[in-house]
């Protein structure tokens, strides 16, 4: 069974303090790596889809890593507004699309 | 905006009411999904639909009835609903459900409040 572990639970940094989140996950087959954020009472926003090992993908001050085991997502320099939940979904070759497997997210908070 | 609108909103409906949740996407998508958000879990995914037909239920109970009339719209149908079953549905949509690695795109959500 596809599994994604996301850590740490909450996060809370000050403005301009650089830091990673994670997320671990066991699949049989990798097909793709996603993730998201997601603001208090609104649907999640797509940010990136990794798809192999090594893969790395930046979006202003969000980066995404994939290595075998675990995807990071490192924020640089964090501005108030990147506080949200950002959730990691991964989806195994057992199924298309909807066999995507969310983790239960991180809350950031970033404090000015 | 994502592409996927959700009405409404918010609802509040009692355990005996019937109510409806409607989702229309606007990407040229062939598949829509409906999950559902708990407070401190995982989205966890309801219905799929490819093309118009059913191709997952994840056990969902039968008072929660999906519609599907075409690629572009999406209803959850609510009958006799229980308290625990308060939560935010997001529909979603993507190019397709079979593929793999196709990135799904989300409403902002219905927040259903059972009193």
């Known amino acids: 069974e596809d599994q994604v572990t996301q850590s740490p639970e909450a996060l809370r940094l000050q403005e301009g303090e650089s830091s990673s989140l994670n997320c671990s996950y066991t699949v049989s087959g990798l097909r793709g790596l996603f993730w998201y954020r997601q603001d208090p009472g609104k649907g999640p926003e797509f940010l990136f889809t990794?798809?192999?090992a090594g893969e790395e993908k930046e979006k202003e001050r969000l980066k995404a890593t994939l290595t075998k085991k675990e995807i990071f997502l490192h924020i640089t320099a964090p501005k108030p507004e990147d506080s949200a939940t950002y959730l990691c979904a991964v989806q195994g070759a057992q199924g298309g699309s909807e066999k995507l497997v969310f983790g239960k997210g991180t809350k950031l908070t970033v404090n000015p | 905006e994502t592409g996927v609108t959700q009405t409404p909103r918010h609802l509040v409906m009692g355990m005996t009411n019937k109510k409806s949740l409607k989702c229309e996407q606007h990407?040229?998508?062939?598949?829509m999904y409906w999950y559902k958000q708990s407070a401190k879990k995982p989205l966890e995914l309801m219905f799929v639909y490819n093309f118009k037909e059913q191709t997952e239920n994840n056990s969902v109970p039968s008072r929660f009835s999906p519609e599907c009339p075409n690629s572009s719209h999406l209803f959850l149908h609510l009958h006799t609903l229980q308290p625990e079953d308060s939560a935010l549905y997001l529909c979603?949509?993507?190019?397709?459900?079979?593929?793999?690695?196709?990135?799904?795109?989300f409403g902002e959500g219905s927040w259903l409040t059972v009193v």
């Open positions: 990407l040229g998508h062939n598949a």
């Open positions: 990794l798809y192999s």
């Open positions: 979603a949509s993507s190019q397709d459900g079979w593929t793999g690695g196709n990135t799904i795109y």
